[in-house]
């Protein structure tokens, strides 16, 4: 059964961190590029971050550079997302999902399987 399964959200205070995990069952997850996606409630759904099979390449959307951090562990086929200082904005429910394309895109429409997501609340 193939499946991407997030986990690590929460909530923390402005000024704070969380990693999030995405793991992979079913599939090598090395093989796909996979993306970091958000949704905040009245929003459409943006691309955040995305690393390339084989780590080739990676983007961040403009609001999380210098802040988020997108890495694998394939020994454990996991894909994470480790943010760092934190805003109220960065609320949203976090998604991630896989591509068969090579590069990486922002778009959710190149993406053709997805996680269940797991929700991130920034408050204090």
């Known amino acids: 059964q193939l499946q991407l399964v997030e986990s690590g959200g929460g909530l923390v205070q402005p000024g704070g961190s969380l990693t999030l995990s995405c793991v992979a069952s079913?599939?090598?997850?090395?093989?796909?590029?996979t993306g970091w996606f958000r949704q905040a409630p009245g929003k459409e759904r943006e691309g955040v971050s995305c690393?390339?099979?084989?780590?080739?390449?990676?983007y961040y959307v403009d609001s999380v550079k210098g802040r988020f951090i997108i890495s694998r562990d394939n020994a454990k086929n996991t894909v994470y997302l480790q943010m760092n200082s934190l805003k109220s904005e960065d609320t949203a429910v976090y998604y991630c999902a896989k591509t068969e394309n090579y590069y990486c895109s922002e778009h959710v429409f190149n993406y053709a399987y997805w996680g269940q997501g797991t929700q991130v609340t920034v408050s204090s």
């Open positions: 079913g599939f090598t997850l090395d093989y796909y590029t």
């Open positions: 690393i390339s099979s084989s780590n080739s390449g990676s």
